[in-house]
């Protein structure tokens, strides 16, 4: 299989946007002169290191509390008319009270020219939430029959030994929590099945989400996967099709959000992505991925229309602030900060990063990244800023919208710095023989460079959750959540001063 899948890395990678613009002198400048004020700031932060005192690198509080919900692309199915919980800076005391929108100052809101688009009422006759519109959402605890059945056909068809002569009354099938993209499942043979061979006895089955549904993001991930897999940097890949793949299930637990900011954990983990970034793979070298996929969520934003009156009055708020011209605005700022172009996973979060059962005593090769759907050649930046947004947020929650905000959670500035250092000493040789003064250079630059980008992870997950509200399945509260990403862009905008 891996044979025929590196066959196909000689055709023509379409999956990409077009490159991005080459941006004016002017943008250069303007940016360049903030850097140094971004910078200064940045090294102002108090850097305490106390989980229960985190003092943030000038990103001090990101996202704010949301309202209720917006967007959605195909079918408007269920959704709740609640407000994001959030997370105090104790453990996990959630509050249930709607929330009220976030004031922003007017320079935020939309104000015609250009990237102005049409009230989303035009043409379209507003209906009241009916009493349904309003029902908690429930997770399922078990799959359907119609996803048992083909998953029970996939994994007879695509395994081999047991799986061959298993009833489907003795198919065992599980869902797996945490998948926000995709949908995951545990596939297993019955314990009185024996072992013919050499084959699995548990797999991980996974069915694309509807945003990565096709033929070219299929072929992509798919070379990807088993090439990760033969250089033992992912699971092994067991079999592919149009719905998605089987894959090995690697004994482990995926980390907490509180994990994260371990300094054993998020060393390993600097380390991980150091040698992610240094690998060659056969694709488009043009870091096309992250402004060409932004410009084309941001199309179907903007194509999106809704008639319920909460998802109406969101997504109106959503627009009022101009979003094509702020992301003009980024790309500006982003195109005038330099950062290395690398191989980049591109969604570093808690739930992508395996602790291998066995190893959890251990100080090193303790972790596995997993789940490479969106990576690609794009900027180093992008995946740090990503990865440190991603302290602040908790997917765990089983209550709607099935997350949590805790703003205090953001690196503070030591530990960021500790995890450049790690990074820096896995990624560039010879770093520890440089003078003190030489290393924290490097860690400054990064500290700038990081924080920017971390814009990026916002604003690109805030447009990716407004599209998920309308077309995915998966009970989350895709639309709250996008309300918060962008809370958190403007936030941390405003501290970056930028």
């Known amino acids: 299989m891996l044979l025929q899948l590196k066959l196909i890395i000689s055709l023509p990678f379409n999956f990409f946007p077009a490159l991005r613009k080459r941006t004016s002198q002017s943008c250069v400048k303007k940016h360049g002169e903030a850097k140094a004020v971004t910078r200064q700031t940045l090294s102002s932060t108090p850097s305490s290191t106390s989980s229960s005192k985190r003092s943030q690198v000038n990103i001090s509080s990101l996202p ?28 996990v005391s959630a509050s249930g009270n709607l929330m009220e929108p976030s004031r922003r100052d007017t320079d935020r809101r939309g104000s015609g020219g250009k990237g ?29 029959n119609q996803t048992k059945h083909k998953a029970y056909l996939w994994c007879k068809e695509f395994l081999h030994g047991a799986w061959k002569s298993i009833d489907e009354d003795d198919f065992q099938i599980s869902i797996i929590r945490g998948g926000l993209s995709n949908k995951l499942f545990l596939c297993a043979l019955p314990e009185k099945q024996p072992s013919i061979g050499d084959e699995p006895r548990n797999v991980l089955l996974r069915l694309y989400g509807q945003i990565l549904q096709g033929a070219d993001a299929m072929v992509l991930e798919s070379v990807m996967f088993a090439i990760l897999a033969e250089r033992e940097l992912g699971p092994k890949l067991y079999g592919i099709f149009p719905q998605g793949r089987l894959e090995q299930f690697v004994p482990s637990r995926k980390l907490s959000t509180d994990e994260l900011s371990v300094p054993g954990i998020f060393a390993e983990i600097a380390e991980k992505i150091a040698r992610f970034h240094g690998m060659r793979m056969p694709f488009n070298k043009e870091p096309k991925w992250l402004f060409g996929t932004m410009e084309k ?46 191989f980049c996973h591109n969604d570093l979060q808690e739930g992508n990063i395996l602790l291998l059962s066995g190893r959890e005593n251990t100080d090193r090769q303790r972790l596995m990244l997993i789940d490479f759907e969106y990576s690609s050649y794009s900027y180093r930046g992008f995946d740090f800023g990503n990865f440190f ?49 030489d290393q924290l250079k490097l860690k400054e630059d990064m500290l700038v460079e990081v924080n920017r980008f971390a814009l990026a992870s916002h604003f690109f997950w805030g447009l990716w959750s407004i599209i998920q509200a309308k077309i995915s399945t998966i009970e989350f509260g895709y639309m709250e959540y996008a309300m918060a990403r962008f809370d958190a862009y403007f936030e941390l905008k405003k501290k970056l001063m930028v």
């Open 64 to 91: 704010k509390r949301l309202e209720s919900k917006p967007t959605q692309p195909l079918p408007e199915g269920r959704r709740r008319c609640r407000g994001v919980w959030t997370k105090s800076s104790s453990r």
């Open 116 to 144: 102005s688009v049409a009230h989303p009422s035009e043409n379209n006759q507003i209906q009241p939430d009916s009493e349904n519109d309003c029902k908690d959402i429930i997770r399922p605890d078990v799959p359907d």
């Open 389 to 437: 947004c991603e302290w602040t947020y908790d997917y765990t929650y089983d209550k709607f919208p099935f997350f949590i905000t805790n703003t205090k959670n953001y690196p503070t500035k030591a530990q960021q710095m500790h995890f450049f250092q790690s990074y820096l000493l896995e990624s560039h040789a010879g770093f520890e023989n440089l003078n003190e003064d």
């Open 297 to 342: 969520y941001m199309d179907q934003v903007l194509q999106l229309t809704f008639t319920r009156e909460h998802h109406l009055r969101n997504f109106s708020r959503l627009l009022s602030y101009n979003l094509p011209q702020e992301m003009d605005s980024l790309k500006c700022l982003l195109e005038s900060t330099p950062s290395p172009v690398v």
